[in-house]
């Protein structure tokens, strides 16, 4: 059976940086460790003044395609995963199909568009269906190209303002990929939840407390529903998970409530039986609260272990570095988590081929899904041609009062016009609004 999966990524952040622990600590009177170690960020990501979505996600598109010497015919289908978008109607593909066209010969008239919608696992849905489309026989030997691409603002003084990001992940979709085969097995937790949305509203309204409990459980259920489509989950058989990443905290708790999950029944659990006894039995205990609290009780021995604590380095770890620096990107994050790994990988010289990942996606609202995928000949060709450290390192630093006008300026109620920070060079820019009120984008060299 022909593998088909990740072919080809490029990543494309907001080129403006707002420093968390020096530049908001300060105005937000914070210790900075508050960012730092307990959100586990350093910095956020804005678009500048001629950035947005579509430009973000076109600019990252195109240099996959140059890259990888494509043209238009070459793609079949362009699949946008956002929750940041400004139309009802027109899909976000569009506009970046005709951001493309302006720089090639070809168009993409045949090619099939569309704009995925479910919070966060938006983009992990898009790899579904272009997954699908290419087992199905459809595609006639083209590729899909799908695009996650965001930018993640709360209002101003809203507990998630910390954790605001800007950026977008172009991935290639292909039969004999380059970096991962995607599984057929997944699981999934789904349910009908409001712990995060946007009810005819560019900034969200979350329940944080609620939204972090909603996400374990359906990680859980998702997890659970995996196992039970055939995908095996032992702590020794991923080199890497790579969570959807709000903010690498939140990570934490996944990480833990999944070591302990696939841990269950296996030799780890019989080692750790000594030192912490084992994982209670739901059926040990005469009601649910009382199991919970026995959990609970369980899971602050288990963090503090050596077993835990050296997956956690390993396999966890590696996952949030390119997150620590660029905040939340919502569609994106679980996305750049996998880049974030494997970079990782080729700077420490892992052989890679062959071994697998345990990729877990969510969004609020609210679904998770658990796959693997398994890492192809040439993945470390295609990772180091990432220039995402040379972005993050190139973006300008806002002082707190050009924050203020970035995020007015990104605003869509208010429509503020801002000088750009930077200097736009070989890229997509937004250029204005037409008249049907539709934003207009050109290429500047």
């Known amino acids: 059976m022909t593998a088909v999966g990740i072919d080809a990524v490029e990543i494309w952040t907001g080129k403006l940086k707002l420093d968390l622990p020096e530049t908001v600590a300060p105005i937000k009177d914070k210790d ?9 960020l350093y910095a956020s990501s804005f678009p500048d003044a001629h950035e947005d979505i579509v430009t973000m996600g076109a600019n990252a598109a195109y240099r996959l395609m140059e890259r990888k010497g494509l043209t238009p015919d070459d793609i079949g289908r362009i699949d946008v995963a956002t ?37 966060c696992i938006a983009g992990t849905q898009s790899l579904d269906d272009a997954y699908n489309w290419i ?3 459809r595609n006639r030997g083209r590729s899909a190209l799908v695009v996650a691409t965001d930018t993640a603002l709360y209002a101003r003084g809203d507990p998630g303002e910390a954790t605001q990001g800007a950026g977008a992940v172009a991935m290639l979709i292909s039969e004999d990929p380059s970096i991962v085969e995607l599984s057929t097995e997944q699981g999934y937790g789904s349910a009908d939840e409001t712990d995060f949305l946007k009810p005819n509203q560019q900034f969200p309204s979350v329940d944080g407390k609620r939204s972090m409990q909603v996400y374990l459980a359906r990680m859980r259920e998702a997890l659970e529903d995996f196992e039970n489509a055939g995908g095996e989950t032992h702590p020794d058989d991923y080199v890497f998970g790579p969570y959807h990443t709000p903010f690498p ?34 059926d040990e205990y005469d009601d649910r609260e009382a199991y919970e609290e026995a959990i609970r009780a369980y899971m602050d021995d288990l963090k503090s272990t050596e077993q835990y604590r050296e997956w956690y380095a390993n396999t966890i770890e590696p996952t949030l570095g390119i997150s620590r620096e660029v905040g939340n990107w919502y569609t994106g994050s679980v996305h750049i988590a996998r880049a974030s790994a494997l970079q990782y990988a080729v700077e420490n010289d892992m052989g890679m081929v062959g071994k697998k990942l345990l990729v877990g996606s969510y969004g609020s609202g609210a679904q998770a899904e658990i796959h693997a995928e398994t890492v192809q000949d040439g993945w470390d060709e295609e990772i180091t041609q990432l220039s995402i450290d040379e972005q993050i390192r190139n973006r300008h630093n806002l002082t707190y009062e050009e924050y203020e006008l970035v995020h007015d300026r990104h ?13 736009p060079e070989n890229e997509f820019v937004f250029t204005g609004r037409g008249e049907m009120d539709e934003r207009t984008y050109e290429y500047v060299e």
Do not use: W
């Open 83 to 119: 929750e940041s978008a400004f139309d009802n109607s027109k899909p976000v593909s569009t506009y970046i199909a005709g951001c493309l066209e302006q720089v090639y010969d070809e168009d993409f008239h045949h090619a099939n568009k569309g704009e995925r919608k479910f919070a």
């Open 32 to 40: 900075p460790d508050y960012y730092t170690k307990g959100l586990g």
């Open 135 to 137: 087992k199905a026989g």
């Open 411 to 423: 605003n869509h109620d208010k429509r503020v016009e801002l000088d750009d920070f930077t200097e």
């Open 249 to 282: 905290g939140m990570v934490r708790k996944a990480g833990l409530f999944a070591f302990r999950h696939t841990i269950r029944d296996t030799d780890i659990e019989d080692e750790l039986a000594a030192k912490i006894g084992r994982q209670p039995r739901e």
